[in-house]
């Protein structure tokens, strides 16, 4: 299957900055990817659905201005978590799907984002 | 608006028993369902895809039936092993281009 990479696969911040989380296709073109977090034993929240060459669309309840999103290639989207929080702490993992006629879907390996 | 559900939460198995995993959906215009696994702080590693037109998929000792008229998909994975053990996912998503929607997950262990 299609692999997709993330970057970093944790981080530690303080309170109050900034961090940057690169999703990267390797070997296929995205022209969508999506933007998941998830909390201990818990599913998959989706937070956005990032559109290359567009604005992000958000969730509900998602802040827009608090989770930049941008997707600046066919085979790179980033999500910001700017002004971090202890409650941003989570496990963010993004995905792209295949585009062929099975639009089957492939996850990176995950990002543990600690706020301190 | 879709609601994917699986039973069991969690399920724990003897070592060689086979795995019945159940996911259901309560819209039955889908375009694909996808079963994924995912071990304790890693991503989503995708098992089967099943296409809407279909009835099941294979790979290795993994079978995925899908039946859209009644909004069910079984995950079964033949004589079980400890590497087996993890959580089990099943998603749906109704058009190309949309976004999945996950069940809660199935907590597999299976003890040697």
């Known amino acids: 299957g299609a692999v997709v990479s993330q970057h970093p696969s944790w981080v530690i911040c303080k309170s109050g900055t900034s961090v940057k989380i690169e999703c990267r296709s390797l070997d296929f073109q995205a022209t969508t990817m999506f933007w998941y977090r998830q909390f201990p034993k818990q599913s998959l929240m989706l937070m956005a659905t990032s559109n290359e060459g567009s604005k992000a669309t958000y969730e509900q309840g998602v802040e827009k201005d608090k989770f930049l999103i941008n997707h600046a290639s066919l085979t790179l989207s980033t999500l910001t978590v700017t002004s971090a929080h202890p409650e941003d702490s989570s496990f963010y993992i993004c995905s792209g799907p295949d585009t062929g006629s099975s639009y089957e879907q492939f996850f990176g390996p995950g990002t543990r984002l600690t706020v301190l | 608006k879709q609601e994917v559900t699986q039973i069991p939460a969690a399920l724990s198995v003897p070592e060689g028993e086979n795995l019945v995993l159940n996911c259901s959906f309560t819209?039955?215009?889908?375009?694909?369902l996808q079963w994924f696994r995912q071990d304790p702080g890693k991503g989503l590693t995708s098992l089967l895809l099943i296409q809407s037109s279909q009835r099941e998929q294979t790979s290795g000792r993994l079978n995925a039936s899908l039946d859209k008229s009644s909004g069910r998909s079984t995950l079964y994975i033949a004589a079980s092993q400890p590497g087996d053990s993890a959580t089990y996912l099943c998603a749906v998503i109704k058009a190309a281009g949309n976004k999945l929607t996950f069940g809660g997950g199935t907590r597999v262990l299976v003890k040697p």
């Open positions: 819209d039955s215009a889908i375009y694909n």
